[in-house]
């Protein structure tokens, strides 16, 4: 019995990763006759061809002008449009992806979304280090998923020994440093002044105790959210004696008093109200070049799980999720059903201004980071499919496509090299790692094209649509 259930292991394994494509360094792709989405300038180049060999882009120029070798692997790209793949600037990965708590493997979802690239804010639960040997892994070609750039567990604060803390994850090989809400500005200043040291990129929430100021002077390089400049301009007094859960229910009460008038004004009342206060916020931001996280969809998930709970858990997506999310939102003790208890209409007035913030932080020419918070299995952040709403909200912020499509390309490039000097993503050049999405309709004309890809290249490997629902497909 137990030799046959080895047997039948192998086999499995087999059918999971036979027919993974390699990197092989001498495998040549060419996409044919493509209209090109560079994403080095708000234009489409028709009749293209792109060269990749390994993991790189080898040449892309007109169909005529580019020779094809013979070998080549060739995929038609007449009536399509190719672009490059995506990063989740924001998320996090768990132990239990590999495992049966997750229907399919969140790395699977990532790539079937065109997400080529994530960032982990900080690896959840037991044995963070699950996130190096993935991240390896990928790299090796011996395992499926996006390219992975990763901090160490999160600094939540209190933190006994920052400086140690901090040596210990540059040793141990994470690419940056998460700071967390509760860090006191001692141990704030104490980790910034040994990830200077040790030359590695900080990024994570704006601490209570230190604020908006005190991270821009210190020169934290990013921050995690839009939603941590609500701080900035909400007067909210946390009590930092409770536990880390009732220090935020607490901030939601608060609001919830203080601004209870507000809470059933619209978007455009709340610009008038509040605009002249959140530009000054942002305008701090201009001359320090700090980039920031969009996660916007955790937001707008906020409304919409606490308004319609139904609609919610109906999303087809959702099937994604782990049975045990489910379970806990059916019963309403989901971690912002919990939170938001009783101040459900404080949801709107918290998008809207988030809303607002995105908008003046375009304005302002500000950085952004195309994130969605997905990974957790807490909140209904479906991954891969998180970016697509990311996406959309971006755009019904006022972002043309071209301008929401580089906050997860050329953005996200320009701070991975800052971090780990691998910023060689984001555009279709020669050089760049093949991380690509071959899509049905021109993404510069709605971001909604880019749902439900063509197939996704990443790092060199291809997957076409068949395979990527072949991998994503649950058999219960
Ligand atoms: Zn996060």
């Excluded at 003046?360 to 209904?380: Q, Y």
Aim: with cysteine; charged share 25%.
């Amino acid at each position: 019995m137990f030799k046959r259930l080895l047997i039948l292991a192998a086999i499995l394994s087999l059918a999971s990763f036979g027919c993974f494509p390699s990197n092989n360094k001498e495998l040549i792709t060419a996409f044919v006759n493509v209209n090109l989405v560079p994403m080095t300038s708000d234009a489409v180049l028709q009749d293209q061809t792109v060269l990749v060999k390994g993991g790189r882009i080898e040449a892309v120029g007109p169909a005529d002008e580019v020779r094809v070798p013979r070998k080549a692997t060739i995929i038609d790209g007449k009536s399509a449009w190719l672009m490059p793949g995506l990063a989740d600037m924001h998320m996090h990965t768990q132990y239990d992806w590999i495992g049966p708590a997750w229907p399919v493997n969140p790395l699977k979802l990532y790539l079937a979304s065109g997400v080529t690239t994530v960032r982990c804010f900080g690896p959840l639960e037991s044995a963070p280090e699950h996130v190096l040997k993935w991240r390896d892994e990928i790299r090796e070609g011996k395992l499926p998923g996006p390219t992975i750039y990763s901090s160490g567990p999160i600094l939540f604060g209190p933190v006994p020994d920052p400086e140690g803390a901090v040596r210990g994850q540059k040793a141990q090989g994470y690419d940056f440093v998460k700071i967390y809400s509760y860090v006191t500005e001692q141990e704030f200043r104490e980790v910034m002044s040994a990830a200077k040291e040790e030359g590695i990129y900080t990024a994570g929430h704006i601490p209570f105790l230190v604020g908006l100021d005190g991270v821009l002077s210190e020169g934290m390089d990013d921050i995690a959210h839009i939603e941590e400049l609500d701080f900035e301009f909400l007067d909210l007094k946390p009590d930092m004696a409770m536990s880390r859960f009732a220090i935020f229910r607490g901030l939601v009460g608060q609001a919830a008093s203080k601004y209870s008038s507000d809470l059933d004004l619209g978007a455009n009342m709340l610009e008038e109200k509040y605009g002249e206060a959140i530009r000054e916020v942002v305008s701090k931001l201009i001359s320090k070049d700090i980039p920031i996280c969009t996660t916007l969809t955790v937001s707008e998930g906020i409304v919409n799980k606490l308004s319609d709970p139904k609609a919610f858990i109906a999303r087809p997506e959702i099937k994604y999720m782990p049975d045990a999310y489910l379970k806990t939102f059916r019963l309403g003790q989901e971690k912002h059903q919990v939170l938001l208890k009783g101040y459900e209409a404080l949801g709107p007035f918290k998008y809207n201004m988030e809303i607002i913030l995105a908008k003046e932080l375009k304005r302002a020419g500000i950085t952004l980071l195309l994130g969605t918070d997905s990974g957790t299995g807490g909140m209904g952040i479906v991954p891969g499919f998180s970016i697509h709403d990311e996406l959309r909200i971006l755009s019904e912020v006022g972002f043309t496509p071209y301008e929401a499509i580089r906050t997860g390309t050329t953005n996200a490039a320009k701070v991975v090299g800052k971090m780990t000097e691998e910023g060689d993503f984001g555009t279709i050049e020669a050089g760049k790692r093949a991380d690509l999405i071959l899509v049905r309709g021109d993404p510069l004309r709605d971001v909604a094209n880019i749902r439900e890809p063509l197939g996704v290249m990443a790092a060199g490997r291809w997957y076409p649509e068949e395979k990527l629902k072949g991998m994503i497909a649950i058999n219960k």
